[in-house]
C-alpha cells in the first residue's frame, strides 16, 4: 500500500510542478464538454471496466486497509496501552472494510462517465486493453518516478539559479545575503 501511495504522490507531485509549481494555483479545469449528470448504466459499467483496464482502480488497493488502521491509531494517543489491541481489532475489521473497496471504483468510474460519451469510454477501453495500452498502465509507475526524479532535480537547480538571482539583485541594492 504504501507503494500505491507513493505512486500517487509521486503522481500529485508530478501534476502538481506540471501546473506551475508547488505555490501556483491553477484555475479550477473547465471540462471540454458539459458534464453527463446521470450516466446510463451501461456507459457506467464501460467506465468500471476502463478504471480496471488503466490502473487507476488498482492504485487505490490498501487504501481502505490503511483508513481503518489510521483510525485505531486515533485512539492510540489517549489509550497508548491499547496499541496491541487496537491493531488486533483494525486487523479483525480490515475485510469487513475492505469489502466497500467497489465504492471506490464507483466513484473513480462516475467522474469518467461524466466526461466522456459511452462510446468514447469505450474507444478508451479498447486503447487500454491494446499492447500499447497495457504497456502504459505497466510502464506508467517507473515513469512517474523517473519523471518525478528529474523534476526535483530540475527544481533544486533552477532554485539555486533564482537564489543566486535574488541574492545578486539584493546585493545592488545594498543588501548582502
Do not use: C
Not at 111 to 121: G, N
Request: glycine letters at 6%.
Amino acid at each position: 500500500m504504501r507503494r500505491s501511495l507513493a505512486r500517487l504522490s509521486f503522481g500529485a507531485l508530478f501534476l502538481g510542478l506540471s501546473l506551475g509549481g508547488a505555490h501556483a494555483q491553477p484555475a479550477p479545469a473547465m471540462p471540454a464538454t458539459p458534464i453527463i449528470q446521470n450516466p446510463s448504466a451501461s456507459a457506467m459499467q464501460v467506465a468500471r471496466d476502463l478504471v480496471q483496464a488503466n490502473g487507476e482502480a488498482s492504485a487505490f488497493n490498501g487504501v481502505l486497509q490503511n483508513l481503518v488502521d489510521g483510525a485505531a491509531l486515533g485512539f492510540l494517543q489517549t489509550n497508548p496501552d491499547l496499541a496491541p489491541q487496537l491493531r488486533d481489532t483494525a486487523v479483525a475489521l480490515r475485510p469487513e472494510f475492505e469489502k466497500r473497496q467497489s465504492e471506490i471504483v464507483d466513484i473513480l468510474a462516475t467522474a469518467y462517465a461524466q466526461h466522456f460519451t459511452e462510446d468514447e469510454l469505450k474507444q478508451a477501453l479498447t486503447f487500454y486493453k491494446s499492447a500499447v495500452g497495457q504497456k502504459l498502465v505497466t510502464d506508467r509507475p517507473a515513469i512517474v518516478q523517473q519523471a518525478v526524479q528529474n523534476i526535483q532535480q530540475w527544481g533544486a537547480k533552477v532554485n539555486a539559479e533564482a537564489m543566486e538571482r535574488i541574492r545578486a539583485e539584493m546585493k545592488k541594492k545594498g543588501y548582502d545575503l
